[in-house]
């Protein structure tokens, strides 16, 4: 298949579904661009700040965004690009699209708080608090991880006698340079636009600028060397006051300005393709099982679930509804931001899912375990795009720096939400102590402490940078299920709350089942094979398998509970409205 025929006709599908399909939910629900969002009604100069489309779009998109729609896509094009395209399209317009949306728009209409609030108007106190939980113990897998790999990324390497390797630690320490530059880019930004007042067209022109001038003097001047440990406690230190510094000097200031990295990555990416047009040696579809002759040697296992999960954010990814019912709400300036927003941003996901589809496509050859194989998907990315535009005449000579440049995007992108998981991991902290329509001012004794948000964040982070220096990735294979778990309950939550509003819910109810049982067979599946796998004599590890089995175990239980109680309150409601 001819990998220009792939992105066209995928983007010209996404595009007729925004058109209507996003047009028909918002008549809907009724989006009422004349409504007070909570931006302006509980404006607060921290939390909630009213932010401009093309700000609160560049926030939206880099929090989602990450490495998401990059890794699932290559990770599970084992299946073939037919399976992969189909569930980026269909799971994108009417998976995500509807999952974002939904869940932005009821909570704008539920004071910006979070889904577990909603869940709490609409289900019940006992059905929020379990959510949260899982929510919160969820961000805080997020923050372990993604901080590791911001430390990995600007970490220095030491030879055997502790000597530092400076030529090998270059290439990192010229990203941390780069990122430290980025930062201190976006506060002055921040402090431009908002307390300056000076024009948001100008001083984007000037910001990426700035960003570029960043890029040339981390490449060439590069003098901070650390340890990966020293930079997770940077880091640690980094999120803690991200997390609680008003929106308006680093949250949206950074993310806007790093979404034009992004971008730019997907011009240079489309550019690539429609350049080179080749036509893909990967296979339409290769069975109903992952063999592992293909990627990491490792078996996905079979098409069902496992597609359905590996394959996230570019068409459904649970962390959306946090980062959409979390800081994007609390911005929205107007209601009608909230389509272009988050059904438009979870869209163009989609698109970036189809570039990965090609780029791997384009070196299927050499997608192979081994030590000649290509097989971590950011440099499958990379290494695709580079080559394909490699062969047009006028960049033939840039694929080093190509490829280059896309490393470092995706790399910026994970600093990018691992602020934001912070803050959202913050709120679920805050929000579980309070009973529904409570404010923090009304509490008293432990609970105001709790719900400080310094208190907050200190416990967050603490508990999400020691993870990530210990064993977060003896559970991070759990973290797929339960993102898409994740995503299930957000849909039953948007669902039962439209459904007591008298609102149209019909389109969130085949979604949700497919998630709710995709992510139980999956979970199930992980519980047999770690039981077995830990109950084998002489298995290395068995603790962390029991870990696993348990843990995933919980999971279910807790689906079980929530899917429960959820749709009890959805035939009630249907009940009630009879």
Not at 74 to 103: N, R
Not at 306 to 312: H, Q
Not at 557 to 562: D, K, P, Q, R
Request: some cysteine; hydrophobic content about 55%.
């Amino acid at each position: 298949m001819n990998a220009v025929v792939i992105l066209l006709v995928g983007i010209a599908v996404l595009v007729l579904g925004y058109v209507f399909y996003g047009k028909w939910l918002a008549e809907q629900w009724g989006v009422d661009v004349s409504r007070r969002t909570p931006a302006h009604e509980l404006e607060d100069g921290n939390d909630y700040v009213p932010a401009k489309a093309p700000v609160l779009m560049g926030h939206h998109f880099s929090s989602i965004a990450g490495a998401g729609p990059i890794n699932g896509p290559i990770q599970a094009a084992v299946f073939g690009w037919i399976p992969v395209m189909l569930w980026v399209l269909i799971g994108g317009i009417f998976f995500g699209g509807v999952h974002d949306f939904g869940a932005l728009f009821a909570s704008v209409r539920n004071k910006g708080q979070s889904i577990g609030e909603v869940i709490a108007a609409s289900i019940g106190t006992r059905a929020k608090k379990l959510f949260i939980i899982f929510s919160y113990l969820t961000l805080i897998l997020v923050v372990a991880a993604f901080a590791s790999i911001v430390a990995n990324t600007f970490k220095a390497s030491y030879d055997d006698a502790g000597v530092l390797d400076q030529a090998a630690s270059a290439a990192n320490a010229s990203t941390a340079m780069i990122s430290v530059l980025f930062i201190v880019v976006a506060i002055i930004f921040g402090m431009m636009v908002y307390r300056r007042n000076a024009s948001l067209g100008v001083s984007t022109v000037i910001g990426v600028g700035a960003i570029l001038a960043c890029m040339a003097v981390g490449l060439n001047w590069h003098p901070i060397y650390l340890s990966a440990n020293v930079w997770m406690i940077i880091v640690g230190i980094y999120i803690a006051v991200a997390s609680v510094t008003p929106v308006w000097i680093l949250l949206q200031p950074r993310d806007y300005l790093s979404s034009f990295l992004l971008y730019g990555m997907m011009i240079v990416a489309v550019v690539g393709i429609l350049g080179a047009h080749p036509t893909l040696d990967i296979p339409a579809f290769t069975g109903f099982f992952d063999s592992a002759e293909k990627g990491s040697g490792v078996s996905l296992g079979t098409l069902f679930p496992a597609l359905f999960v590996t394959i996230a954010c570019g068409a459904i990814s649970g962390f959306h509804s946090l980062v959409g019912s979390g800081t994007t709400a609390k911005q929205l300036d107007r209601e009608s931001d909230a389509k272009p927003i988050a059904y438009g941003g979870m869209l163009i996901e989609c698109a970036l899912a189809l570039i990965s589809l090609c780029a791997v496509g384009f070196i299927w050859n050499e997608y192979v375990p081994g030590p000649d194989g290509i097989t971590n998907p950011t440099v499958v990315f990379a290494t695709g795009i580079s080559r394909m535009c490699a062969t047009i005449p006028f960049l033939a000579g840039a694929q080093k720096v190509i490829y280059s440049m896309l490393i470092l995007a995706v790399s910026a992108f994970c600093l990018t939400s691992l602020d934001t998981a912070t803050r959202l991991a913050r709120y679920m902290f805050q929000e579980f102590w309070l009973e529904p329509g409570q404010t923090r001012g009304e509490t008293e004794g432990i609970k105001k402490t709790l719900t400080n948000p310094y208190v907050a964040t200190v416990i967050t982070v603490v508990l999400g940078v020691a993870l990530g220096m210990t064993g977060y990735a003896n559970i991070w294979p759990l973290f797929g299920a339960a993102n898409q778990l994740l995503a299930a309950l957000g849909l039953l939550a948007v669902a039962a709350w439209l459904g007591k509003m008298g609102k149209n819910n019909r389109m969130f109810l085949l979604p949700m089942a497919f998630m709710l049982v995709v992510t139980i067979v999956s979970l199930c599946q992980t519980i047999v094979t770690n039981v077995k796998s830990a109950a084998s004599e002489g298995a290395a590890g068995t603790g962390w398998m029991w870990t696993r089995a348990g843990i995933g175990t919980l999971l279910v239980i807790l689906a079980v509970v929530l899917a429960i109680e959820g749709i009890r309150t959805l035939k009630r409601e249907k009940a009630e409205r009879k």
